[in-house]
């Protein structure tokens, strides 16, 4: 059973940065896909950014510009480095690993909370 392990959330002042890591327990380049979604209180989750095992990245438009997905095979880690932080980013925010190139992922981790202060 592989296990996700996020960090780096926090609180922050809106315009600040954080970044995010998502360490697996086995090794990433088994999956096709790995991302991480967010999850506002009283919203659906969405889809933040995703990355393929050959590092295409896709993202969200609301984040296109100021967050960066990248991925360290040697750690089985991905990272999310997020700047210019805005309120409407407060969320949990969820790792998740799998096969699927466009559907829902099979692992995912505990989340962990980012909030932007105004």
């Known amino acids: 059973q592989v296990q996700l392990v996020e960090s780096g959330g926090g609180r922050v002042q809106a315009g600040g940065s954080l970044r995010l890591s998502c360490a697996a327990s086995?090794?990433?380049?088994?999956?096709?896909?790995m991302a991480w979604y967010r999850q506002a209180p009283g919203k659906e989750r969405e889809l933040v950014a995703s990355?393929?095992?050959?590092?295409?990245?896709n993202y969200a438009d609301s984040v296109k510009g100021r967050f960066t997905l990248s991925r360290d095979n040697g750690k089985n880690t991905i990272y999310l480095q997020m700047n210019a932080l805005k309120p409407e980013d407060t969320a949990v925010y969820y790792c998740a690993a799998g096969w699927s190139w466009t559907g829902t992922l099979d692992y995912w981790g505990q989340g962990t909370q980012v909030t932007v202060s105004s």
């Open positions: 086995g090794s990433i380049l088994s999956f096709n896909r």
């Open positions: 990355i393929t095992r050959d590092r295409s990245t």
